[in-house]
């Protein structure tokens, strides 16, 4: 049997593939949000992951009136030890289950009258799309149209803004930059790997849903977040954990690359501005005004990490490998968030240097978290993938 979360007037109904017991509805049903939308039940696509879990984090106990539903299939990525601190909250539930499952996501949507969805799930990893974009098509693009067809039929009739479908996106869709600019909302998109083509592709839907069907929508491009409970294969925690066990740091290329960086605890502040006050059919770019290249970010997370952990000055930056480069690397990405911050009021708190200090606190302060994502499946990724570069080393 599909996972389902079943939430009645008077009973919640929780099943798996192995079954859950029923219960009594611990949900609050009053709601008294103040916000211009107002929802009473959100579905949480992914968020066992990254940004999703974190949104959580901020949302389930600041929204008591609001009901969250978590579905996510809890692949490699997906860790819920991430949300030990509000598992058993009376207003949040996990589901265990595929968005690219037609049935489930239907049955979720009939039993639980959501009337908003949050899509964070994503294969999200450049590498791996490089190596086999096939799970990336299925989950990116086909996964959000299920979630698309699904919120269309439970929502055609209700025509009086009580609904709303928020997707997340990232800045990969615009393609590159060069030295100079800004991405903004009215540029176009060229993406450039096979990762931001399949998140054009479900951008693309998202708009085509609003346009054709009349769906309500917002959509939200992000910069590269970093932060607390990322899955190490991206660069930052990546980093943070090969120096604190005393191995090579790979850099691709020379590093020359640069990012807009944005911590995920902004990133979740804005995603809430845009879920409740933005305007229906718009597009919010979300980005940290944080750029950096590459080896000087890997240079500046380096010495913080030595400083926390006690070790001389240079330590870990003295096992930087420069390795061959990233197939297609975009050069630069940066976002004009102008349009947030005027319309909504959203700034990001965290400057790069503080962001990188909490998130190296937070690392080194849950060893057991890190360890336990790092399993043998992904350590045997990260040697074959780093190892295969590392043979052509510049």
């Known amino acids: 049997m599909n996972a389902v979360v079943g939430i009645g007037t008077g009973w919640a109904v929780v099943l798996t593939r192995n079954g859950w017991p029923v219960g009594p509805d ?28 974190n949104w959580l984090l901020r949302m389930v106990p600041r929204h008591p009136e609001i009901r969250f539903i978590n579905l996510d299939a809890l692949t490699y990525a997906g860790n819920l030890m991430s949300l030990r601190e509000i598992e058993s909250a009376p ?91 800004h991405f903004t909302e009215e540029t176009a998109y060229a993406p450039r790997s096979p990762y931001a083509a399949s998140k054009a592709s479900a951008d693309h839907l998202v708009r ?29 925690p990546l980093v943070i ?8 740091i790979p850099v691709y290329g020379r590093g020359e690359q640069v990012r807009d960086w944005l911590h995920v605890d902004d990133h979740c502040a ?11 059919g718009e597009t919010y770019l979300i980005g940290g005004n944080e750029e950096a290249r590459n080896i000087d970010l890997v240079t500046l997370l380096l010495t913080v990490v030595d400083e926390h ?41 965290y400057d790069l240097a503080s962001g990188l200090r909490q998130t190296v606190a937070w690392y080194v302060e849950n060893v057991g978290w890190m360890d336990a994502v790092r399993d043998e499946r992904y350590r ?6 780093y190892r295969n570069a590392a043979e052509q080393q510049l």
């Open 91 to 181: 207003n949040y539930r996990f589901a265990h289950g595929d968005i690219t499952d037609i049935s489930l996501v239907a049955d979720v949507f009939a039993r639980n009258d959501v009337d908003a969805v949050v899509h964070f799930a994503a294969e999200s990893h450049v590498d791996r799309s490089i190596r086999d974009a096939s799970a990336f098509i299925r989950t990116n693009v086909n996964g959000t149209h299920v979630l698309l067809e699904a919120a269309r039929r439970a929502w055609e009739q209700r025509t009086d803004g009580s609904v709303r479908f928020h997707h997340i996106s990232t800045d990969e869709v615009f393609g590159t930059l060069g030295s100079t600019g």
């Open 270 to 280: 804005a995603l809430e501005a845009v879920l409740l006050e933005g305007e229906v």
């Open 26 to 53: 611990p949900f609050n049903a009053n709601c008294t949000s103040v916000k211009s939308f107002q929802p009473k039940c959100v579905l949480v696509t992914g968020g066992a992951g990254f940004i999703g879990s």
């Open 309 to 349: 952990l006690g070790h001389p000055p240079g330590t870990s930056a003295s096992r930087i490998t420069f390795v061959k480069d990233r197939p297609g690397h975009d050069f630069r990405y940066a976002l004009d968030s102008s349009k947030i911050t005027s319309k909504l009021g959203w700034t990001p708190e």
């Open 241 to 248: 954990a090969r120096a604190m066990a005393g191995e090579t």
């Open 380 to 385: 045997s990724y990260i040697d074959e993938h």
């Open 208 to 236: 085509a849903y609003g346009v054709t069907y009349g769906l309500p929508f917002v959509l939200t491009n992000t910069s590269n977040n970093y932060g607390p409970r990322q899955f190490p294969e991206k660069l930052i």
